[in-house]
């Protein structure tokens, strides 16, 4: 019997020896269920870098799905994805992945989540439990400190704008420097010195990035450059 139609029907007869009853047939509808499988070993988080995808690229190996009770068939999973709700870096993410199944000669026999399959396929679902932290870019270049006479400060005027290697970002996103403008460097000290090491910080850098996807991609390291600080006449 399978579990395709409502109820399965049987019939019985019954017969009393002794001759003082006639035989009885009856009949017996008996309903089967269609045995419930479980996804084991599920991964309770998922993480990566930005990358401009919303495919997960945690490890999915471990997932299994057992079916309790049926004998005759081993239900197993031969393809393993996932995807995130979106490509944005951001936490709290929602997490779907997709289960390909095989070793059932028909999926009707068995349900998920209460619900009867129709393609040997699952769908599971992980509410809040993503995570795609922003992709980290480095300037290497593009931003000059400009040349000042000691005035008693240990900030420096930058011109330029940020440069990064190439493919640094990812292809296909609207997303670019803007110029230093007013944006200041900073030096350890205002003493006057030939090649003083000017420092533009890391979070300063991070705000000149601008375009559709920026909140992708964050700068973690300052970039250093240099300036001469001239001797004041008096």
């Known amino acids: ?36 499988l479980t996804v084991q070993n599920v991964p309770d988080s998922y993480t990566k870098p930005y990358d401009g995808t919303n ?20 239900v197993t999973i031969s393809d393993r994805a996932g995807a995130y709700d979106s490509k944005t870096a951001q936490t709290e993410k929602d997490v779907t992945l997709f289960l390909t199944l ?21 769908t599971v679902k992980k509410t809040d439990a993503g995570a795609i932290s922003p992709k980290v870019i480095a300037v290497i270049g593009g931003v000059t400190a400009e040349d000042k006479v000691y005035d008693g400060e240990n900030t420096v005027a930058l011109t330029g704008v940020p440069a990064t290697e190439e493919g640094a970002f990812v292809a296909g996103d609207t997303v670019s420097f803007n110029a230093v403008g007013a944006l200041k460097g900073y030096t350890a000290n205002a003493d006057a010195e030939d090649g003083k090491q000017v420092t533009v910080r890391a979070n300063d850098l991070k705000g000149l990035l601008d375009g559709a996807d920026a909140g992708n991609y964050t700068v973690e390291e300052p970039y250093t450059t240099t300036a001469d600080i001239s001797q004041r006449t008096v």
């Open 1 to 36: 019997a399978d579990s395709t139609g409502d109820t399965a029907h049987y019939w019985y007869k019954v017969v009393i020896k002794g001759g003082n009853y006639a035989p009885s047939i009856g009949e017996i509808a008996v309903g089967i269920e269609p045995a419930e």
């Open 55 to 74: 495919t997960v690229t945690a490890s999915l190996d471990e997932i299994a799905v057992t079916a309790a009770g049926v004998t005759g068939e081993t």
């Open 102 to 122: 095989s070793g059932a000669a028909d999926w009707g026999n068995y349900s998920y989540n209460g619900e009867p399959l129709t393609e040997g396929k699952l």
